[in-house]
């Protein structure tokens, strides 16, 4: 039901927009956020946005990135600027209906990820 698009290689200090679908109507009223996997890393939280509009970054991406979305075109968005190399990793969107389970793999919807390479 999520599926992401928008990622890519590029230099550092260059910008992509990551988009991620929604299916359905869970867009409204479910908690949606940005992940990352590097390889050999852990998952992390790299931004989400709450039910009310209410966001929330990681201190890596605070002031260069930006989540948002659009409830009419049922798409959650990741603008990224001022990219660095390590913001090299998979980026994955997720919905969930609990705040508990934001960035738990398994839990609520995941899409399956877009690439992202900064060199």
């Known amino acids: 039901q999520l599926v992401e698009s928008g990622g890519g290689s590029v230099q550092a200090g260059g910008s992509l927009r990551l988009s991620c679908t929604v299916s359905?109507?869970?867009?409204?009223?479910?908690?949606m956020g940005w992940f990352r996997q590097a390889p050999g890393k852990e998952r992390e939280k790299v931004a989400i946005?709450?039910?009310?509009?209410?966001?929330n970054y990681a201190d890596s991406v605070k002031g260069r990135f930006t989540i948002s979305q659009d409830n009419s075109k049922n798409t959650l968005y990741l603008q990224m600027n001022n990219l660095k190399p390590e913001d090299t990793a998979m980026y994955y969107c997720?919905?969930?209906?609990?705040?508990?389970?934001?960035?738990?793999?398994?839990?609520?919807?995941w899409g399956r990820g877009t690439q992202v390479t900064v060199s």
């Open positions: 359905g109507d869970i867009i409204f009223t479910y908690f």
């Open positions: 946005i709450d039910t009310d509009g209410t966001t």
């Open positions: 997720q919905a969930t209906q609990s705040v508990a389970a934001l960035g738990l793999v398994g839990l609520g919807f």
